[in-house]
């Protein structure tokens, strides 16, 4: 079975019962030896320097090579040859050679918990809105962590921080005040209309203490009402609580029973909340932008109808803003550009750029916690919050909102008139958590033709079949902006050609 590009490479090839490989030269450069799947332990020597797959395609049989790369000598990886594609596709993370010091291996990732497909590929290195995986092949990342890395990968002010705290302080016990995280409760409370903060590790840790503190509310203030009307295809964690008050599909029956008191009304339409509300209601919870739903924005009337609505109730205005908050809307807070100020907010994602930071916010006569209510071990923690101080600098510095706000309007007319040269169904979003909507159901096969393009790959999402959702660094590029869509076209007419 020859394998092995013969304009590139000049092969030998052999065969016996267990093994299939090649040994080749490439202009006198050192051996590559090609293996068969089958044939497990065998290692290679190769000295490349770049990916073999670039080198090797013309083969038509199915088979495998594992090939190691001169910037990887501890590790090798594993290719299968593609019909459709007439070329090797990266089949595996890194393997291993063995007796390395490599601590990534597939025998390691199948010790990690199966909990979602993921492509076969392994990053190893950041900068701003570049990835770059473990045989140097750059990807212009239009996902960042899910709308978290506001600042891109490893920005330097959020390195520096985490350097120069952990040199200093890292963990003293909740128990005790410190001044990173005072710091940054200050500036969260300055730029916003809420007095007291509480700093969680997770948008769902932060949801979770917010549904505990309007149910305290409602025990202080309201006869104990503790329900809290959340909306259809809303999205609010991972945990018990939180997906009880999510309105994904089918949540309703995982993990039953679900924590009780979490009725759905359908977002913008205000007689659908209405209809939900009785004498145990103590509050209605929304994303200004479902973005896990969809990116569906809240209409600006029904915002502030909302709030009219929640005011005359006596009840409570909440704002999950860990995906929309932190200048992702082109506002340091997505309420604020509907000109109403609610009475809870939970923050999350861009609030840490990439580091495990979260936060719930109150009005003063809301924060009724009482001593033992409400703890954990890394509240504010100063290693994590001087962190959250560098980033809350860097997204308030002048300019930067309006550099946000500049190329989120960009994105938005680029995706417009790919639209409407494709046929689909336009644009929505709120700054720069954008979505294109495809007119069919092609949104995967996009995101991985994106993925697998060459030389460079960019990374994209598709929460629906038919939706493509953008959630770029706020400090994007205009040139990064306009590759982007370049890249996007190009994609576009190679899976629909
Ligand atoms: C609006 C919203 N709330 C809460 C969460 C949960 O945050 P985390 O994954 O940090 O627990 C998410 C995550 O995507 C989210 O988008």
Sequence with gaps: MPIGNKKSLQCTHAHDSKRLFAQSTVAGRPRIVFQSVADQPMMMETDIGRPVRQRVGAGKNRCSVIVRFSHRPDSCREFEYNENLSRFISKLPCLPLKGSAMSFSSADAQSLMEITARPPMYFVRGEGSWLTDDTGKRYLDCIQGWAVNCLGHCPPQLVKALNDQAATLINPSPAFFNEPSTALA??????????????????AEANEGVIKLARKWGQKNKGGAYKIITFNHSFHGRTLATMSASGKAGWDTKFAPQVEGFPKAELNDLASVKALIDDQTVAVMLEPV????GVIPADMAFMKALRELTRENNMLLIVDEVQTGMGRCGELFAYQAYGIEPDIMSLGKGIGSGIPLAAMLAREEVACFEHGDQGGTYNGNPLITAGGVAVFDALTAPGFMESVRLRSEQLSQGLLALSEKWGMKGERGMGLLRAL???????????????????????????????LRFMTALNITEDEVKLMLAWLDEVIAKVRS
Excluded: H
């Excluded at 200050?186 to 997770?202: E, G, I």
């Excluded at 479902?290 to 739903?293: H, M, R, T």
């Design 290 to 293: 479902q973005g896990e739903g």
């Design 186 to 203: 200050k500036r969260l409370t300055d730029a916003s209309c809420f007095d007291r903060v509480f700093f969680t590790n997770s948008g």
């Design 437 to 467: 909507i495809l007119d069919k159901d092609d949104g995967p096969a996009i995101v991985d033709a994106a993925r697998d393009r060459g030389p460079e790959g960019m990374l994209l999402n598709a929460p629906r079949p038919n939706l």
